[in-house]
Every structure is written in C-alpha cells, then in structure tokens.
C-alpha cells in the first residue's frame, strides 16, 4: 500500500498587516508611513514644518527627500493641499530645508 503524500498548497496565506496610518506625499504621490514623511501646516505665520506631525490644522506631507520638496515647492501643490499662500520668503525657508534633506532613497 502506498501512502499518498499530501501536498498543501498554501501560497495564498493571509498577511498579517499592521494598521499603520499611511499618507501621502504631495509630491511623488506615493503613499508611506507617516515616519517616512515630513508634514506641512499652514499657520497664521505661513506655511510650517511641523516634525513631530502634532501642529493642529491642516497638513500636506512630503517624503523626507530633497527630490520631492523641490518638486513640490516647485508646484503649486502644497499651497493647493494646504488652502493657503506662501510668501517669498517662506517659500525659500521649506527650498532650503528640502535642501538639507538627503536625495531620493530607493
Ligand atoms: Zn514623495
């Protein structure tokens, strides 16, 4: 008598995932964990980085990259996203900031 080996074929094995609150970048579109962000609010000052993410109101974020904050305040996005202006000079504050981020990370 031969025993029959069973075979079970478990490739659609449920993923466990973990419910982390995700956004996304106004910039590249893609969609990271806050972590990975950096989030923007508008404020009666302008337009402020917010790093700790807890700043009322509301908020765009963008990756923690220089790629998409240049390609983010080179758009109109994040004035879009947020309702509000940026002067010239906040503008340059948030270019410089991106600037000291690093590049893109893949
Ligand atoms: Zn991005």
Redesign the pocket.
């Known amino acids: 008598m031969k025993m029959k080996t069973l075979k079970v074929n478990n490739t659609l094995g449920i993923q466990r995932q973990k419910h982390l609150p995700e956004r996304t970048?106004v910039?590249?579109r893609?969609s990271k964990g806050k972590r990975d962000l950096i989030r923007l609010v508008s404020s009666p000052a302008g337009i402020e980085i917010d790093p700790k993410g807890k700043k009322p109101g509301r908020g765009v974020y963008?990756?923690a990259?220089s790629v998409?904050w240049e390609r983010g305040l080179k758009s109109n996005r994040i004035e879009l996203g947020l309702r509000s202006k940026m002067s010239a000079e906040n503008r340059r504050s948030l270019v410089d900031y991106g600037r000291s981020l690093p590049g893109k990370e893949d």
Do not use: K, S, V
Request: hydrophobic share 25%.
């Open positions: 970048c910039a590249c893609g963008l990756c990259c998409c």
